[in-house]
């Protein structure tokens, strides 16, 4: 049974801060990730993937990949109360059509 | 652009009844398709998907089945259901050969 294992949270920042986001998973032929972020009663919106190994960065967001330890984070900086929401990892299994495997998530909530 | 449709926004079924949820999209042609179902406090469960017209894999043994009728076009059915079936239902598709999956606004069902 392939598997994405997160954090439940709730993770506490202070806004301004960084709040990171730590996200395991099983398969090890997995080469695509990808950061999806849920508000409240809404539906998942992608807000990075990752492929490579290292660090990837987009505004605020770095998305950070180790495939030898088969770990992938989210950094946010300068944490906003409008980033208070669910962050979903999602792993692309391998040898599968397209099928992604979602984290049960974590849950963030920046406070003024 | 590429968009996608999914109705009705929320549905309060009396257990037992029969289910019927669709989605569609607009603006691209052979997407892989998807039905996802997120419990409260949980997280995305693949349910079933589709790589083309007619062609559904099932992922999970449940009380629901889904149809391709045409190329841009999933369906989600069920004949009775149970009060197990409440969650949030989500749609979602890619292009062939891409990663990351685009969500629809989701269906909220309360099975009572």
């Known amino acids: 049974q392939k598997e994405v294992e997160q954090n439940s949270g709730p993770l506490s920042v202070p806004e301004g801060a960084i709040a990171s986001l730590n996200c395991t998973y099983s398969?090890?032929?997995?080469?695509?990730f990808f950061w999806y972020r849920q508000y409240s009663g809404k539906s998942p919106e992608l807000i990075m993937s990752?492929?490579?190994?290292g660090d990837k960065e987009d505004g605020r967001f770095t998305a950070q990949l180790n495939k030898a330890s088969q770990y992938v984070s989210l950094l946010i900086r300068d944490s906003q109360p409008s980033d208070s929401a669910t962050y979903l990892c999602?792993?692309?299994?391998?040898?599968?059509?397209?099928?992604?495997?979602f984290g049960a998530g974590t849950r963030l909530a920046v406070h003024p | 652009s590429q968009t996608i449709h999914q109705w009705p926004a929320t549905l309060v079924q009396p257990v037992g009844s029969p289910l019927s949820l669709e989605c569609t999209v607009e603006?691209?042609?052979?997407?892989?398709l998807y039905w996802y179902r997120q419990a409260a406090g949980r997280g995305l469960q693949l349910l079933f998907y589709?790589?083309?017209?007619?062609?559904i894999s099932s992922e999970v043994p449940q009380n629901l089945s889904a149809s391709r009728p045409q190329d841009r076009q999933f369906i989600l059915s069920s004949k009775k259901l149970l009060l197990s079936d409440s969650g949030f239902y989500l749609c979602?598709?890619?292009?062939?050969?891409?990663?990351?999956?685009?969500f629809g606004s989701g269906t909220r069902l309360t099975v009572v």
């Open positions: 589709s790589v083309g017209i007619g062609q």
């Open positions: 398969d090890r032929g997995s080469q695509s």
């Open positions: 999602a792993v692309r299994v391998s040898g599968g059509y397209n099928k992604l495997i």
């Open positions: 603006g691209t042609s052979n997407p892989n």
């Open positions: 979602a598709w890619n292009a062939v050969g891409a990663g990351s999956y685009t």
């Open positions: 990752i492929y490579s190994n």
